[in-house]
Each structure stands twice: as structure tokens, then as C-alpha cells.
């Protein structure tokens, strides 16, 4: 019989702490005890039991009788703000790959690493497995390049000093010299193409995002016995940029 008591007792107290939450989020400034009590129609002593406990949890802080939402809680917010904005990309990058009949990957440079925030393909056109690590291959793909040509000299050396420039295939930049040169040479609109240089069998091309300060870049991939259709496919997703960006309504700080 106990276990069929608790659950709903612990449930209603989820719900009554939940309820308190909103109120104090309500409240720019934070509000006393009694206020949250009277705005969520909880008792007194109930809710002060329930204030106690989220303060001790992080979720709420005290500060002369008023309370405010802590860290925790607003760690609870980003996240599901950060869900929303790659729910939103994840939307996007589908839309475009199914117009554009390719898969779309969409990739920004932070904290001095590649991250591969989003990819969208279909059973019938894959995505490229990522069967050597992403962040350490940068100068072996087109995400990669195209992400540390945007970056400045030493931001570009910085991160070629931990991830060294070495060839996982035959056809692979050779040495950071010649990496550095490529990099050098691209020119705006610049396109980033490499063939096998990651992944034998396939293609990929890459342009860069412009917003705000971070570096980020979208890019197709194709199997090599389809190359033909693959700086068409970038040309187009180029061409709808604007589009996509506005369709994104997301921060790049992502």
C-alpha cells in the first residue's frame, strides 16, 4: 500500500514545486513567501517547506526574504532554449536537404574545436560516417577547412598545433604547409571542395556562415561516382543562404 501512496504524493509535490517556480520566474525581482503562497494557492507553511528545499537544490536563492530563480534553474531554461534552436536547425537542414536531394550538414568552430552541430540525410543518401574523429580531422575535410579559413593566424595555429595535419587516405592534404597554403588562397564566394580527402568514395563542398563573430559553415556530401551534381548542390544551398539563415532563428552561439 505504500508504494501506491507515495507516487501521487510525490508527483503533487513535483507539481506544487513546479508552480512555485513559475511564480518566482514571474517576478524580476524576486518575491517573499507569502506572495509565492498566495499566487500558486499553496499554504504557508507548505510553500515555505518547498522554498527551503528548491533553495537548498540551487534552483532558488534567498536574499533578505525575496526569492530569486538560481543557476540551476536557469541552467533548466538554456537547455530547453538550446533544445528549441537545434530542434529548429534540425528542421531546416531537412527542408533544404530534401530540395536539394543531398545530405546538409550545418558546423560551427567554439571553445577551439570543430563541432558538427547538425546533419540531415535519408537511407537513400547518407551522410558520411564519421569513422575518424570530427574535431581532429579538420584539415582532412571540407567542414574543416572551411571553418579554419575563417579563423585568424594564430587562432589557425593554435588549433593545428593540437590537432597535427596527417593523411588518412591517399589523397589527404600532405603536410600543414600546403594545408596552410589552400587556406590562404581561398577567396570570397569562397567554396571549399574536397575529393576523398576524408573518406574514400566521397565528395564534399562546403561554404561559409556569416553571423556575428563565430565561424560556422553548411556543406553537401555526394558519393564520388556522382561528383557532377555536387557544385550544383552547394551553388543552390548558397544561393538560398539568406533563407536558410532566417529560417534557422536560431544564435550562432549555439
Known amino acids: 500500500m ?25 517576478h524580476a525581482g524576486g518575491a517573499p513567501a507569502k506572495q509565492l503562497a498566495r499566487e500558486t494557492g499553496l499554504p504557508l507553511p507548505t510553500a515555505y517547506h518547498l522554498l527551503r528545499t528548491l533553495t537548498h537544490e540551487g534552483y532558488l536563492l534567498r536574499d533578505k ?3 530569486t530563480l538560481g543557476e540551476a534553474a536557469r541552467r533548466l531554461a538554456r537547455a530547453g532554449s538550446l533544445q528549441n ?5 534540425e528542421d531546416s537542414l531537412a527542408h533544404w536537404r530534401d530540395a536539394i536531394g543531398v545530405p546538409v550538414y550545418f558546423a560551427v568552430y567554439r571553445d577551439g574545436e570543430i563541432e558538427l552541430v547538425a546533419v540531415s540525410d535519408t537511407p537513400a543518401a547518407p551522410a558520411v560516417d564519421e569513422w575518424a574523429d570530427f574535431r581532429e580531422t579538420g584539415h582532412a575535410h571540407a567542414i574543416g577547412q572551411c571553418l579554419l579559413s ?26 600543414r604547409r600546403t594545408l596552410l597554403e589552400r587556406l590562404n588562397r581561398a577567396q570570397p564566394p569562397r567554396t571549399f571542395v574536397e575529393r576523398e580527402e576524408y573518406a574514400l568514395g566521397t565528395v564534399c563542398a562546403a561554404i561559409p556562415i ?41 544564435s550562432i552561439s549555439i
Do not use: C
Not at 589557425?156 to 591517399?170: E, F, G, M, N, Y
Not at 556530401?221 to 550544383?232: C, G, K, N, T, V
Open 150 to 175: 575563417q579563423l585568424d593566424n594564430r587562432a589557425r595555429q593554435d588549433h593545428l598545433d593540437r590537432h597535427p595535419v596527417d593523411a588518412i587516405t591517399p589523397f589527404t592534404v600532405r603536410d
Open 210 to 250: 556569416t553571423a556575428g563573430a563565430a565561424a560556422a559553415a553548411m556543406a553537401v556530401s555526394l558519393p564520388l561516382h556522382y561528383e557532377e551534381r555536387l557544385l550544383p548542390a552547394v551553388e543552390e544551398l548558397r544561393s538560398e543562404i539568406g533563407r536558410l539563415l532566417s529560417s534557422f532563428a536560431f
Open 2 to 26: 505504500a508504494s501506491t501512496t507515495t507516487a501521487p504524493t510525490l508527483i503533487g509535490s513535483v507539481q506544487r514545486a513546479l508552480r512555485l517556480l513559475e511564480a518566482v520566474g514571474s
Open 65 to 67: 526574504g525575496v526569492f
Open 85 to 89: 534552436r537545434r530542434s529548429k536547425i
